[in-house]
């Protein structure tokens, strides 16, 4: 009952910047933790960022300084402002919100967007 709509993602010069942008719908009382993952061929999944319903954020050490994480609760949608991009952060980025819903009022599920592909290159 809930859908993550992504967007942002595309081909994009090293040191250029791209924004991310994923938008939770449905049946929402409110959300928790939102976040992005990435992962590249060949490798693992990995945390990219987390931002908390309290205003906390967490960053990966390989991204820190370079990627901002926010949120507008009222819109129940989560930004990845990146910037200074390096060809290693080539990867499909998904989106992660934890969010209460009328089927589960009391405990925060997981919702999963389907993945938005980014591209550092010449």
């Known amino acids: 009952q809930v859908q993550l709509v992504e967007s942002g993602g595309g081909l994009v010069q090293p040191g250029g910047p791209l924004r991310l942008s994923c938008a939770a719908f449905g049946s929402i009382f409110s959300t928790k933790p939102m976040g992005w993952y990435r992962q590249a061929p060949g490798k693992q999944r990995e945390l990219v960022a987390l931002?908390?319903?309290?205003?906390?954020?967490n960053v990966a050490d390989s991204v820190k300084g370079r990627f901002t994480i926010s949120r507008n609760n009222a819109k129940n949608t989560v930004y990845l402002q990146m910037n200074s991009l390096k060809p290693e952060d080539t990867a499909v980025y998904y989106c992660l919100v934890s969010a209460t819903t009328p089927s589960s009022p009391l405990f925060p599920r997981d919702y999963w967007g389907l993945g938005t592909q980014v591209t550092v290159s010449q």
């Open positions: 931002s908390t319903s309290g205003g906390s954020t």
